[in-house]
Each structure stands twice: as structure tokens, then as C-alpha cells.
């Protein structure tokens, strides 16, 4: 036997010692030097990490018809470590198959030290499923999905002026971008163990559940606007007029069921249209509404007791004041009319002699309270607030213009609330455009509940304007009769404005043509308010926008089934 | 007890002999206590059978937990394709109910708006409204105009005003030789027709 047993003992000792030194060094070495990134790749061995994307909130019409909704869609991704060897061929049946360009994405396929690139971005789930069964049942390896929803127009270009639209990961106008908080909701987290592409029962697993955006609920009737959109186009294409656009509102609620802009855009495919077209003209343009502001001014007189539909007024063939002449838009000698003649005439010497009896500053403060020169904030983007001259500019040139619709600056439908006080019988009622109440991007809280009511003329003002704004529709008169509605009692304004053009920023020989109104004239249900810009067919308010008044309102009294009331119509003599 | 063993082991240290002593002893010994000892088989066989048991049952519990998963990724998958099949059908109707495709599908079929709102009142059949025979005139054009060509596109038609010539009069008609000869023919086939 070799060696004592304290040899042996003495011996066993130093191996055990240096077996127990080489364990200690490795659990420095684990515990010590980098603990995390070993941490993480013992929890990668085996787990899965996925985002739950949150399902964007879609937005509504007011019947619960999608204007924008979201739609299951994933993206498809190549792994280029595997797809490289195959790429051209692989690419090829990709630009067949999804819609992709050819020469974008061979490059992809092939990219080195990548393990992750797109292919196709927000692909209907159905189709992207099918491609990538498609490629491996033909033997490509690399190709994948991941979730990643699709935003989806279904109407196209009906209300895509306000609608607005989504860039790949963010919104990019309209209420998408304006109510984006509540729409985008947030996105949650999935974290568990695989095998065999199965979760593990009993296993890790973590999940945030994500939180789904809120739908948006407009007061747009999608089959209105589309009506509206369409006759829109036809009368600015006939005019061929610059832009045009036209407010439907529902008279006692001053809900919009309908906000027509033209050129408008397909809200699918923003990037083919002109930046300019891609907003609300309606809300952005600013522009002089000349004779439909007739109808405020001579409604405030009423109102202030200083004249009746009946006053006699005098009219001259032309105006002198302050050096400067007011003409009216027809020829005519010295002429004798009331005051429903000189509306339903539209003449601005009539206008101008009857505002005369306003005390000073009282104009302004009525058309203050009809809500001139302020913004409506009903959550369309880019809204103008127009110009009402301030008080220290109202020289009597300037009210003198002013009684006629010049010199004071609108959007459309500051204007279309304006008229719609004399329809809701001389209460101004906030417009609104979103059901309920939402929160736009910059804090604002907007929508019909927090619709305010304020009274700017009494009920006797109001109705008889509207009995002398009869006399405009009425084919005796025959000023706008193209924007009658047979069997109903409708009244209305014509306007025809001067322009402000954009070059020179001075009157361009350039002008604005506009009807508004409401019916049943007695019991008014809708107001509706068309504008015209630069007609080139020498057409004016009543010839233009008349006529799309006319066909709007049809289809809204026919689609919300109001019947007309079979009252007797105004018949307030024009002349004395 | 005690008292009555040393009185009863006194004796025999004194006199007796060792074989009285043992017969003694034999005849009063402390009894053991007496142990009843159970059958071994039966508790091992409990035993392992709920060992077994247990086991059996774990593994059972838990290739029914992997089945379940299996299941409820075969069901998750399923519900995701139904949930894309929903909304794809969702989507063919949007196509279908969009009103544009409506109306190009009424304008096919030569249908036009109504001209005029007219009611009918179910209380006494009074007809409410004016009623307006609806015309091609109320027609709607649901498509925009073809986009205006460029000028460069579409050039004025080119005109040469021509003021004849009395005296060239005999050669411009030969020139038209051509178009003589087809006037003849015309004439000369409603002459035949006559």
C-alpha cells in the first residue's frame, strides 16, 4: 500500500478544495461580473414577448355607419439570415402575392446581419396568413407576421375633410389627429413561455391587457354627406368654380349632419391629392358672405323694434356716402320697397338706408351674438375665427358695408349658425359635430353636451325674417326660385360676394356665390347653407347655389320624413 | 413489588439452589408487553398505491393541462381566424352598403333621384307635397368630370380660311375628283330608287 492515510486524507483535501475554487470562480463569474445579461438569456431560452396592439377606435357616423374603423391586419417580416439565399424569387412571388414594390424589397430580403425586416406593412390578416402559408408550402423559410392593425375608410372620400386620416404609426389630420388620445387607447404586453410553439401551462406568464380606443360618434349622417358631397361637386364642376362647400345643420340642436367640402380627397390614399385639399375648407376659408349677412342685419332691426317686414323704404338708383357710391346688383330708377322687398331683392341701398336706424355699435354687438368673429370649436382643425372689425374701426363706410355682407369675414359655418338663429327661432344654438363630449388635442371639450344656447333676436324678429326670407325662394319675386322646394315653405338668403383674392389681398373681380336657408319655413327642421367660390359661369347665388340648396334639402326632409307643414306661405308685400 | 422481590431473593442468596431460583424465575417473570404487529403487505401496498397514485394522477393532471393548452391554442388560432373572417365579410358590406356604389348601381339601372318629397298620411290618404315627376334632369352625376386635358392635348382645330379663286375653279374640282365621283354615286342610286 502506497502513501499513509494522512497522505491520502491530506490529498483527497487539495482536490476538493480545487474543485470547490474552480465552482467559486464561476459564480463570480455568473453573479458578479455581467448577472444581467445571463439573467436574459435564461429567460429568452424559451420565452416569448408580444405587444397586444390596441384596437384603434373606429369613427362614427350618427346612425353607427363607420366613417373609420380598424381592422385586424398584420404585417408581414422576413428574417434576411434566411430568406437571402432565395430572395429574387421570394421577392417576386411577394410583389405578386401583397403588393409590394419588386425592387424595395429584394434589397430587404437580402439585408446582412438583419434578422428583421418589413415586407408589407397593415395587410388584412386573411391575405397576410395566406401569403405566408402560400411561401412555405412552396418551400420559402424566413417569412412571418406580426400584428399590426389596418385603418380603414369604407366610405372613401365621404367626410374626409373631417375625418382626416393615419400615416403608418401615427395620425396625421382631421379628428384622427385632433381626438387621437381617445382613439389610439394603449397598447399592452403578453409575456410566457413556449414549447413547441404552445404556451407551457403552470409556466411564466405575464400580461398587461391592452386598453382599446374609444369609438368617436360624429353627428354626420354618412349617406347625407355623401348626397351633399356629390350635388357639391356637380354645381362647383358646372360653375367650374375654384372650391365650394355646404352645411347641413339640424335647425334645433345645431347638430351638423352634413359638412361638404369640394375638391375633397379619398381619405385611403391622402398622399395623391394636393396638401391643400386634405383639410376643411369649410372651417378654414375665410370669406366676405355678402348678401345672406342681409338677413342678420335686418333681423337685429326687428328685433330692436326700429322697423317692421312692412316699413316703406325708399331706394334710390344709387347711394352716395362718404364719397364713395353703393349700387345694388340689378339696374333700376328710384324704387319703392318694403322691407321684405329689399331682402327678398337683395338690395344693398334698401340695406344700407334701414340699418341707418341702428343706434351706434349696436350692429356689431348683434352680429357678436350671432357669433361672428368667433371660433365655433367643434373640433375641426384649422379653424378661422373670421374678422368682425373691432369696435374702433366701424366707420360708417364699414357698417355701411357691413349691413350688406362686406368687410366682415366668415367661415362656413359660423355663418350656417348665424342663419340657423333665425331658423331656431331666434336662439343661437352652438353647432357640433361629435356626439356626446370628446377632448381634442389641445384640451378643448367638444361635442353636444356641451352645446350652449344663448338668444340673440326675440321669436317675433325671428319669424318674420323668416317670412320675408320666403319672399326670396318665391317665384313671383324670382330671385332664387331654383332653391325652392315645391309643396314647402322655404326660406332663404341669396349671396353674392365680392372676393378677396389671394394675390393681391384686395377685391380680385372674383366672387362668392352662397344660398342659405331652412325649411319648413314655420317649423324649420334643417338649415342648410351652400357656398360657391369663383364661379366662371357668371352665375350668382340663387342660379348657382340655389339649385344645390334645393336638391340637398329634398333628400334631407324626404331621408328624415318631414312632411311639409301645409301652412299658407308668406305673401309680405315686396313694394309700396 | 420491590419489597416483595427482595424478600423472595434473600432467601435464595442464603440456601436455595440455583435450579429452585430458576424454577422461581420461571414462574414469575415480568411479562413483556406484549406488541401486536400488524401486517407488513398491507401498508406497503397503501403506500406505494397511493405513491403511485399520486403519481399517476400528477402525470394525468398534467399531460390534461398540455392537452388543454394545445386546445386552447387550436382555439385561439380558430377564434382568430373567424374574428378575420368577420370582419372581412364587415367589410364586403361596407362595400356593398357604401352609397356611392349604390347609386352607380341605381344610375345602371336608370333609376334618378325623386324630384320631390312626397308624403302619403296613412290618418285620412291625403297626399302631402308637391308631386313632381322625376325627370333625367334630377339625374345626380355620382362621378367626377374626366380631369380637363392639358391645352398642349387638345390644340384648336387648325382653320384655313380659302377664298376661291374664280379662275382656279377647274382645278380645285379636279382635285376633288374624288368626292365628285361618290356625289354621282348617291345621286345616281336615288335617281334609281326613284
Not at chain 1, 417576386?92 to 403588393?99: G, T
Not at chain 1, 331666434?426 to 361629435?434: E, K, N, Q
Request: aromatic content about 6%; some cysteine.
Amino acid at each position: 500500500m502506497r502513501g499513509s492515510p494522512l497522505f491520502r486524507l491530506r490529498f483527497g483535501f487539495v482536490v476538493i478544495a480545487m474543485v470547490l475554487s474552480v465552482f467559486g470562480a464561476r459564480l463570480v463569474q455568473l453573479q458578479g461580473v455581467d448577472p444581467n445579461a445571463y439573467a436574459a438569456m435564461a429567460a429568452a431560452e424559451g420565452m416569448v414577448e408580444v405587444t397586444l396592439p390596441a384596437t384603434r377606435g373606429d369613427i362614427l357616423d350618427r346612425n353607427g355607419k363607420p366613417l373609420a374603423e380598424s381592422i385586424d391586419g398584420l404585417m408581414v417580416v422576413a428574417d434576411p439570415l434566411m430568406t437571402a439565399d432565395r430572395a429574387p424569387e421570394l421577392a417576386k412571388f411577394l410583389a405578386n402575392r401583397l403588393d409590394v414594390d419588386y425592387f424595395t424589397i429584394l434589397p430587404r430580403l437580402r439585408e446582412e446581419g438583419s434578422r428583421f425586416e418589413y415586407i408589407a406593412r397593415r395587410v388584412p390578416s386573411t391575405l397576410a396568413t395566406e401569403v405566408v402559408d402560400e411561401a412555405e408550402a412552396a418551400g420559402f423559410k424566413g417569412l412571418d407576421t406580426r400584428e399590426d392593425p389596418v385603418r380603414d375608410y369604407p366610405a372613401g372620400d365621404v367626410g374626409a375633410n373631417m375625418v382626416g386620416f393615419v400615416g403608418t404609426d401615427e395620425a396625421l389630420g382631421g379628428f384622427e389627429r385632433t381626438f387621437d388620445d381617445q382613439l389610439a387607447g394603449k397598447d399592452g404586453r403578453s409575456r410566457y413561455a413556449v414549447g413547441g410553439g404552445n404556451r407551457i401551462p403552470l409556466g411564466e406568464s405575464t400580461i398587461v391587457p391592452p386598453t382599446n380606443g374609444t369609438d368617436l360618434h360624429t353627428t354626420l349622417d354618412l349617406d347625407l354627406q355623401w348626397y351633399a358631397q356629390r350635388v357639391l361637386r356637380q354645381t362647383v364642376e358646372d360653375a367650374r368654380a375654384d372650391s365650394g362647400f355646404a352645411v347641413v345643420m339640424h335647425s334645433k340642436t345645431g347638430e351638423i349632419m352634413a359638412l361638404a367640402d369640394h375638391p375633397t380627397f379619398d381619405a385611403s390614399d391622402p398622399l395623391q391629392y394636393p396638401e391643400e385639399d386634405l383639410g376643411s375648407r369649410a372651417m378654414s376659408d375665410v370669406y366676405e358672405p355678402g348678401s345672406v349677412e342681409k338677413a342678420l342685419t335686418l333681423s337685429s332691426l326687428i328685433d330692436s323694434g326700429k322697423v317692421t317686414p312692412r316699413t316703406k323704404i325708399v331706394v334710390p338708383p344709387e347711394l352716395r356716402r362718404d364719397g364713395r357710391v353703393i349700387g345694388d346688383w340689378f339696374t333700376h330708377g328710384q324704387i319703392r320697397l318694403t322691407l321684405a322687398g329689399v331682402l327678398a331683392l337683395s338690395s344693398n341701398i334698401g340695406t344700407v338706408r334701414a340699418s341707418d336706424r341702428f343706434a351706434p355699435g349696436e350692429l356689431r354687438r348683434y352680429l357678436a351674438k350671432f357669433g361672428l368673429g368667433q371660433r365655433t370649436d367643434i373640433g375641426v382643425r384649422g379653424e378661422t375665427p373670421g374678422i368682425l372689425p373691432a369696435a374702433s374701426q366701424w366707420t360708417n363706410l364699414v357698417k355701411d358695408r357691413i349691413a350688406f355682407g362686406q368687410s366682415v369675414s366668415v367661415n362656413a359655418v359660423q355663418m350656417a349658425a348665424a342663419i340657423n338663429t333665425v331658423a331656431n327661432d331666434g336662439v343661437r344654438v352652438d353647432p357640433s359635430l361629435i356626439m356626446g363630449r370628446a377632448t381634442t388635442d389641445d384640451g378643448k371639450v367638444v361635442g353636444t353636451d356641451t352645446t350652449r344656447t344663448r338668444r340673440v333676436i326675440s321669436s317675433r324678429a325671428a319669424h318674420e325674417t323668416a317670412r320675408m326670407m320666403e319672399r326670396v325662394v318665391d317665384p313671383d319675386v324670382a330671385i332664387a326660385p331654383g332653391a325652392a322646394v315645391p309643396g314647402y315653405r322655404v326660406a332663404g338668403k341669396t349671396g353674392t360676394a365680392q372676393r378677396v383674392g389671394v394675390g393681391c389681398g384686395c377685391y380680385d373681380g372674383t366672387f362668392t356665390v352662397s344660398f342659405a336657408g331652412f325649411a319648413p319655413a314655420d317649423d324649420p327642421e334643417f338649415t342648410i347653407y351652400v357656398v360657391v367660390q369663383n364661379p366662371r359661369n357668371g352665375g350668382g347665388g340663387g342660379s348657382v347655389a340655389g339649385p344645390a340648396f334645393s336638391k340637398i334639402m329634398s333628400f334631407a326632409l324626404r331621408r328624415y320624413q318631414v312632411p311639409p307643414t301645409m301652412t299658407k306661405p308668406s305673401k309680405l308685400p315686396v313694394e309700396w | 413489588m420491590s419489597n416483595g422481590s427482595a424478600q423472595l431473593r434473600t432467601p435464595i442468596r442464603i440456601g436455595r439452589g440455583i435450579a429452585e431460583a430458576a424454577v422461581e424465575r420461571a414462574r414469575l417473570t415480568v411479562v413483556p408487553r406484549r406488541r401486536t404487529r400488524a401486517a407488513r403487505m398491507p401498508f406497503v401496498m397503501l403506500v406505494s398505491l397511493v405513491l403511485l397514485g399520486g403519481v399517476i394522477g400528477l402525470l394525468l393532471f398534467n399531460t390534461s393541462m398540455q392537452q388543454a393548452s394545445f386546445a386552447a391554442t387550436a382555439l385561439e388560432e380558430q377564434a382568430n381566424t373567424l374574428t378575420a373572417r368577420e370582419q372581412t365579410l364587415q367589410m364586403e358590406l361596407e362595400v356593398l352598403r357604401d352609397p356611392q356604389r349604390v347609386a352607380e348601381h341605381a344610375q345602371n339601372l336608370g333609376m334618378v333621384p325623386s324630384a320631390n318629397p312626397v308624403f302619403l298620411r296613412l290618418a285620412d290618404g291625403k297626399v302631402l307635397g308637391k308631386r313632381v315627376p322625376a325627370t333625367p334632369a334630377n339625374g345626380l352625376r355620382v362621378r367626377p368630370l374626366p380631369p380637363a386635358k392639358p391645352a398642349v392635348l387638345t390644340p384648336a382645330p387648325i382653320v384655313h380660311k380659302v377664298t376661291a379663286d374664280p379662275a382656279d375653279t377647274g382645278r380645285a374640282s379636279d382635285g376633288n375628283g374624288g368626292s365628285h365621283g361618290r356625289n354621282d354615286a348617291n345621286a345616281s342610286g336615288q335617281h334609281a330608287r326613284r
